[in-house]
Structure formats: structure tokens, C-alpha cells
């Protein structure tokens, strides 16, 4: 049976919590009126979104001048700011319930990461158009990702959103202001790099996330989420990292998901998050939108420009260009980024393998993994603590035949080796974080990521939608084929995988469940 998701019932809030107890509810005007289904409208105006550090002058007087008019409207209207952010906290915090379940709706850590963003980023554009009255108004999206040297730099927090007041938010990190580095890999704690190996960092994170490990639409926009499941079943992979990472390293109100809203660098983070999808299924392969009906036909209510209840459905959302609106080109050289190796990490690891080069390192693969024990997959009553170190496990790779038979449309090439972290369980009101390698069982708090074994990671956003001291549930899952390639162990039968919390990620107990592999 067909299960999409979909709007609840907006009479219907309760209790969100967010940070300091600085409001009781995130609610949307709760009338009862019927939403109007979405339509497009084609006689729109292409509408193209710029790289926030690469705007004019006349065009940064009318973004402040957009936020200024929607900071006047009164807080009752569903189009002012105060009334904006409040959707994003609604959403993320709990604040419904899914229609006919007792299931809490959360729009993280699953398929609808992704489109949900996508449909609040054009209400709210939309609403900035109308108070301008320009419907050539278009969101910028900060440039993070691009980590090119010249000026302005593209990969810190854009001057647009410190030199004028209604894009101002006081709350941010003071530490992270122009010319620190986004740390595409923050974890709560300053990570003591330079400019260059920051960079580099932030380069094989986009890497990792984006192309080598997101082959498949599952593993890049997250688990299934339909009518009547837990909320929150597994992130995909931009949404794990860097989306999350640039929230905590932002900080303040961004550094929470109930309050991110109040800044308006958010709506401008989520535009580049946003465009990354664009990016992504321009790589080809198998990189293209989800076809469940579940997924195309679930459906968000939102307020529009005119302060009506619009219907939304996913599959409207799946084209920037229906929705009338485009990027600015810029380049991402992360597309082709080429990890450096391990010689140039921090000392004192010891490397299974490394970039497929025989070595007297890979030669001990074989004692090695008779030294490190198997976890093993789920089973009732176990599971591991991180308690703050790292954690190794043998993993089994499973034989690949079986699964190309049970998927014949699926080419070998095509075919994807997943890495399954099950019963992964955070304090969802605490950063926490930890990185994934393979075969390199010596990994800690202190190795670089720009290296060939690193395969991927896991980071919470505090979120208190499930309450104060509750559990994020989820499954982290990574896809692993060119990463075995490129270690030159695509043949072996187990590798070794070794967990690594980082930053305030040691603070807090990280729970996993299981670890196997699988093919997709």
C-alpha cells in the first residue's frame, strides 16, 4: 500500500523545545483552513541564485532591504521573519505529529532532507520577492564548498551577513569570523589546522560525501521515511557532513536546528545545500532523483507570498527550472580532489594499505585482521560504547554474485559496496561526531581525513524535538567501492573498520549496534 507522508494537522502543536526554554512553541498559525494545492506558475522570470561573497553592491542594498520589510511584518503574519524561522523549528523539533499516527514528523535524517529544504527556500524567496516587489529576486547561497584562494574568499562567512544589519545574527561564533576557514569538518572543538590543510580537509570531505561515497540515490539523500515510521531512520550523506558541520561551526542560533531560522545565513547555507544537488546528479551514473511514489507524492503545507496555505508534493520539486530559478556556475574542483597519502598524516598510524602500493604495511593486512575481532551485525542486547576512543571491528564483505542476481537491471560496475553502521544512538541534544576509516586500525582523534582511508562520518546537530536527554536513533550507511579500489584491497574478503570520535563527539556517548556490509 502507498504510504508518502503527509501535512499534518496544524491545529494540532505541541511543545518544541528549543535552547533555553526562549520559546514555548514553534507553531504556524494554526486556522483551520484548507491548503490550496500548489501550482507552477511558467510566467515566473528565470530567477538565478549568486554566490553570496560575489554580490554587487545594488544587489546586496535590496537583499537587506528584503529582510528589513519581512522583520517589520507583525509576528501573527505566517510571511514575517519571526514566523519563518518558526517553520524550520516546527519541522525539525517535533512540534507535529505525523496525520493519523502518533509518530512525531521530522523533516532531518531521512529522504525528505532534501526536497522539504527545497520547497521552504522557495516559500521564503518567494516572500522576499513580494516585499520587494520584484519577482527577479532570488536567494544567494554561501559558497562554502568552493575552497579557491583569491578575494573575496568564497569559504568564510560572506561580508554580506556582517555588514548589514538585517543579515546580521550576534550570536554566532565570534572565533569564526572572516578570515577563519569554514571547517567543512567541525566537530564542536577547534581542529588546529592551517589555511592549506584545512582546505585540503574540506576538499576530500566534498569528495567523499558528494561523489566517491553517495553513488546511489539511497546513500545520498538518506533511509525511507513513509506514513507511520520512526522518525529520523538514517541521514544521507551531504546531510550528515559538511550540512551539519557548517551549522556547528557557524554557531549561536545556527548551531541548533529550533533556532537556525533566526539567521538569515541559513537560508543562504541551504541554498548552496541545495545547489550541491543539482551538482550531484550532474556526475551521471546511477546519481539520480528517488522514483518511489512514497517519496514523489509526499507532501508539505507551507504559507506563500500571499500568506496562503499552499500543498506541496516532492515530485514538483524535483527541477529547479519548473520551479523557475537556477545557480550562478562556479567551479567545484573537489569533483576530481585526490586524497593525499597517508606518509603525510599525523605520526603514529599504521596503515593495512595505501593507495593499492604493496609496502611492508600492507604485507601485516593478514595479521592484522586475525588480531582485530568481528563485531558483527545487529542482534538483540549488543551493542558498543565509543566512550570516547576508537573502536575496531573486522567486517566480512559478503559475496557479490548473490546480490547481482537478486538485482540483475544493476550492471557490475553499477553495483555498490555499502558499509552499514546499525544502531547508531547520540544524546540528540549534544554535538556529537565520529569518523569512519578503513584498514587503518591505528586511526585517532588526531589523523587527517585527507587521506585515502578515510570512507566517511557521523554528525548530530543538537536537536531537542525528541525531548531532553532522548536518543537520536539512526543507521549510517557509506558507499565503499571506489574506496577499496583506491586502497587496492577490492579483493580481499574482510576489511578493517575503525570509528574515530572527534571534538565534543569524546564528550558523549556514542552507541553503535552493528556493523556489516552490504551491496546496493
Known amino acids: 500500500m502507498a504510504s508518502p507522508i503527509q501535512p499534518p494537522d496544524l491545529t494540532q502543536c505541541q511543545k518544541a523545545d528549543v535552547p533555553g526554554g526562549s520559546s514555548p512553541k514553534c507553531c504556524l498559525p494554526s486556522d483551520p483552513v484548507k491548503a490550496t494545492d500548489f501550482q507552477i506558475d511558467a510566467s ?19 537583499y537587506n532591504r528584503a529582510y528589513e520589510l519581512m522583520r517589520a511584518l507583525p509576528d501573527d503574519d505566517p510571511r514575517s521573519f519571526s514566523q519563518q524561522a518558526s517553520v524550520h523549528c516546527a519541522f525539525c523539533q517535533s512540534a507535529y505529529l505525523q ?9 532531518h535524517f531521512s529522504w525528505l532532507f532534501y526536497p522539504w529544504h527545497r520547497w521552504y527556500l522557495y516559500f521564503h524567496e518567494r516572500i522576499l520577492a513580494k516585499m520587494l516587489n520584484d519577482d527577479t529576486f532570488a536567494l544567494p547561497f554561501w559558497n562554502w564548498d568552493n575552497q579557491a584562494i583569491f578575494s573575496p574568499l568564497p569559504n568564510v562567512i560572506p561580508a554580506v551577513f556582517i555588514e548589514n544589519p538585517a543579515l546580521v545574527d550576534n550570536t554566532r561564533a565570534p572565533s569564526h569570523q ?9 566537530s564542536g572543538k577547534p581542529g588546529g589546522l592551517d589555511p592549506e590543510q584545512q582546505r585540503a580537509e574540506n576538499n576530500n570531505l566534498m569528495h567523499q560525501e558528494l561523489v566517491s561515497g553517495a553513488k546511489t540515490p539511497s546513500l545520498f539523500f538518506g533511509q525511507a521515511y513513509r506514513a507511520g515510521d520512526a522518525n529520523a531512520p538514517g541521514p544521507g550523506s ?49 546519481r539520480k532523483d528517488i522514483t518511489d511514489p512514497d517519496w514523489l507524492n509526499a507532501e508539505f503545507v507551507f504559507y506563500d507570498e500571499n500568506a496562503t ?32 597519502p597517508l606518509s603525510i598524516s599525523i605520526a603514529g598510524t599504521k596503515p593495512v594499505s595505501s593507495n593499492g602500493v604493496a609496502s611492508p604495511a600492507a604485507a601485516e593486512a593478514t595479521s592484522l585482521l586475525e588480531e582485530i575481532e568481528e563485531f558483527g551485525e545487529e542482534v538483540e542486547g549488543k551493542f558498543k560504547q565509543l566512550a570516547g576512543s576508537a573502536f575496531q ?28 553502521i546499525q544502531g547508531v544512538e547520540v544524546p540528540s541534544d549534544k554535538i556529537s561526531k565520529f569518523d569512519v576509516f578503513i584498514n587503518l586500525p591505528d ?42 579500489e583506491q586502497l587496492g584491497i577490492k579483493d580481499v574478503s574482510s576489511i578493517v573498520v575503525t570509528l574515530v570520535p572527534k571534538g565534543q563527539g569524546k564528550d558523549v556517548p556514542i552507541v553503535i549496534k552493528g556493523i556489516k556490509i552490504e551491496y546496493e
Open 238 to 286: 551531504v546531510e550528515r557532513a559538511p550540512h551539519t558541520a557548517v551549522h556547528l561551526w557557524t554557531g549561536g542560533d545556527m548551531g541548533n536546528f529550533g533556532t537556525a531560522g533566526r539567521d538569515p545565513i541559513f537560508y543562504s547555507h541551504h541554498a548552496n545545500v541545495d545547489r550541491l544537488w543539482n551538482v550531484w546528479k550532474s556526475l551521471g551514473g546511477r
Open 393 to 420: 571491528s573486522k567486517v566480512k564483505r559478503p559475496v557479490k554474485d548473490l546480490f547481482k542476481t537478486l538485482k540483475k537491471q544493476i550492471t557490475d560496475e553499477e553495483l555498490e559496496e555499502v558499509l552499514v
Open 44 to 62: 515566473l522570470p528565470m530567477r538565478v541564485r549568486m554566490a553570496s561573497h560575489l554580490l554587487d553592491a545594488a544587489y546586496i542594498t535590496k
Open 178 to 186: 572572516p578570515p577563519t576557514l569554514v571547517d567543512l569538518t567541525y
Open 99 to 107: 496525520k493519523n499516527s502518533n509518530e512525531k514528523l521530522q523533516i
Open 443 to 484: 586511526a585517532n582523534d588526531k589523523t587527517s581525513i585527507n587521506i585515502p582511508e578515510f570512507a566517511g562520518t557521523f554528525v548530530n546537530v543538537p536537536h531537542l524535538g525528541m525531548g531532553p536527554g532522548m536518543n537520536r536513533k539512526a543507521t549510517l550507511r557509506i558507499g565503499i567501492g571506489d574506496k577499496l
Open 309 to 340: 496555505l499552499i500543498k506541496v508534493k516532492v515530485g514538483d520539486a524535483v527541477s529547479t527550472e519548473k520551479l523557475r530559478y537556477t545557480y550562478q556556475n562556479v567551479p567545484n574542483p573537489w569533483i576530481t580532489h585526490i586524497s593525499s
